[in-house]
């Protein structure tokens, strides 16, 4: 199998009270600092897409007895998602299943970007990146598995939650450490947050 060295998977350690993460402004090698290149990525960073099953949940669907679709969403995440989009980026999720639940979800954290029923997840990307003017530099991608990588290979900085498919971290510029539905969409909202200098002033309460 043949890896991009630009996009090989990276598993990052890091803890805001012992002082977050490099300042992306910071002159420093990127050939021995992979950090430093994430974290210009991302302070460029204008729009984040979240696929929902296996990055928002952990992939797990619950059926009732009269077939309607459940699942669990974690609150941690919301609250990482609602301050991100406070911070000033915007938030988007493509998915290809169709559910009320997350319909519900997505409105109550203000997203207000959702594409559902998606097959293939391309168009509806190229369909957002149109209405909100924006370039492939400036959007991030967080996703699990295959049926991702079409649009994890265009945007800026690409993401893979700790637990996906080999391949797409493969092609990812970051892994998160934390799972999918069990914090990996607040890792990266902090991640964002802390290059593009904000995480400080969301802690504080004043966003």
């Not at 265009?154 to 391949?167: E, K, P, S, Y």
Request: proline share 3%.
């Amino acid at each position: 199998m043949i890896v991009d060295e630009s996009r090989s998977p990276i598993a990052v350690s890091w803890k805001l009270e012992a002082g977050g993460f490099p300042d992306p402004r910071r002159n420093t090698n990127k050939r021995t600092d992979p950090m430093q290149d994430i974290l210009e990525r991302a302070a460029r960073i204008r729009l984040v897409i979240f696929d929902v099953d296996g990055v928002l949940t952990d992939g797990s669907l619950y059926l009732g007895d009269d077939g309607q679709e459940y699942k669990a969403f974690n609150s941690r995440d919301g609250h990482g998602m609602v301050m991100l989009q406070q911070s000033g980026v915007r938030i988007g999720v493509i998915t290809g299943r169709t559910s009320q639940v997350v319909r519900i979800r997505m409105e109550g954290l203000g997203v207000a970007h959702l594409f559902q029923g998606c097959r293939e997840k391309l168009p509806a990307y190229e369909a957002l990146k149109r209405d909100l003017a924006l370039e492939d530099v400036s959007i991030a991608y967080v996703g699990d598995d295959l049926v991702d990588l079409p649009i994890m290979r265009r945007v800026g900085l690409a993401i893979a939650v700790g637990d996906a498919h080999h391949l797409v971290r493969g092609h990812a510029h970051f892994c998160t450490q934390a799972n999918g539905g069990r914090g990996a969409a607040r890792e990266v909202c902090e991640l964002i947050m802390e290059a593009q200098g904000t995480w400080a002033r969301m802690v504080a309460g004043e966003g």
